[in-house]
């Protein structure tokens, strides 16, 4: 899903004005509206204006076939721009699903000079599909779900299983074990050497809610936020379509389209986050501090890592 630059033009700036898509896709992208200002920056932390490229189609990091959501945090050949008139870091990020790489995959990451793994998925999930880590990189297991196991539920109907996800994007937000994780994590990140990667299960719910942080702390605009999310849907297209397939057969269809909004990312489970820091915390700021516990200073250094 391509999206093109475009020109901003000055745009009023609330910080009590809720981070919100519009019903349509297309008028949220042309909003104009920034909002949720981070404190001590010189610009909002999340704009809805400005725009960058994102070509799912020919993307800047190299497609891994046996990792298939794997990515550079910073985006194009380029790395993001930001609201500040900064480019995105490429080689300080990464993200993806569960690491099983081939070992042709396997030599792509090392060239990578990934140091540090950081595995967000519960003991349960990490006991039936351990890593395969890049040689030479160190494991931290940083279960953000602070329980021991998880398994995808079942629901009757797809409005179920929307609310669901919606209702796992607030808990980043509002759960104590959610918080101390991705507190732990961006702090770690910040403070961490080298090339990092961070990980979940697909790479799209709890991973695709860290990357977003990072990108909001770059200053990068809502819409490439927005936008960088949902290619988790071009990434595990294959996944997502073969996922379905298996449910149809074994259960039929009435099942297979309840449980479908599991397999993939909509704008309304990120905007659920997003709604929720607004809720909670009132700015991003907010949460960031006081949520997550990170000091000032540990914002400033890692954004000074995304951002060149």
């Known amino acids: 899903m391509p999206a093109t630059a475009k020109t901003c033009s000055p745009s009023r700036r609330f910080a009590s004005t809720p981070l919100r898509a519009d019903q349509s896709r297309r008028a949220f992208l ?6 949720l200002l981070l404190s001590g920056m010189s610009s909002s932390l999340l704009s809805a204006c400005g725009g960058g490229n994102l070509d799912a189609d020919q993307p800047a990091t190299q497609r891994l ?3 298939n959501n794997f990515r550079d ?3 194009a050949a380029t790395g993001y721009p930001t ?7 490429r080689g300080a990020f990464y ?4 690491l099983t790489p081939s070992a042709v995959d396997a030599a792509a990451l090392v060239k990578l000079g990934i140091v540090t793994v950081y595995d967000l998925r519960t003991p349960g999930e990490i006991s039936r599909t351990a890593d395969i880590l890049p040689a030479g990189a160190t494991l931290q297991a940083l279960d953000v779900l602070g329980t ?6 079942t629901f009757d109907t797809a409005g179920a299983a929307v609310a669901f996800m919606e209702a796992q994007a607030r808990a980043y937000v509002t759960g104590a074990a959610q918080r101390i994780g991705y507190g732990q994590l961006l702090t770690r990140l910040a403070n961490g050497a080298g090339a990092q990667l961070f990980h979940s299960n697909a790479g799209k719910d709890r991973a695709g809610w860290a990357a977003a942080l990072l990108l909001s702390i770059a200053n990068v605009p809502l819409d490439v936020i927005m936008q960088d999310y949902l290619l988790s849907n071009v990434y595990l297209a294959q996944s997502i379509q073969a996922q379905a397939a298996t449910l149809r057969a074994q259960d039929g269809d009435v ?15 990120l905007q659920a986050g997003f709604d929720q820091v607004q809720a909670s915390y009132g700015t ?10 990170m000091s000032q200073a540990t914002i400033d250094t890692l954004r000074s890592r995304l951002v060149v």
């Open 148 to 153: 021991s196991d998880f398994v995808a539920p």
């Open 83 to 89: 609201v500040d008139g900064k480019q995105m870091r």
């Open 73 to 75: 945090v910073a985006g």
């Open 284 to 293: 991003m700021a907010n949460y960031l501090t006081q949520g997550l516990g």
């Open 30 to 35: 042309k909003s104009s509206v920034s909002v």
């Open 255 to 269: 099942v297979a389209t309840a449980v479908s909004p599991l397999f993939n990312v909509e704008e309304n489970y």
């Open 65 to 67: 076939a046996s990792v």
């Open 95 to 98: 993200r993806a699903n569960a």
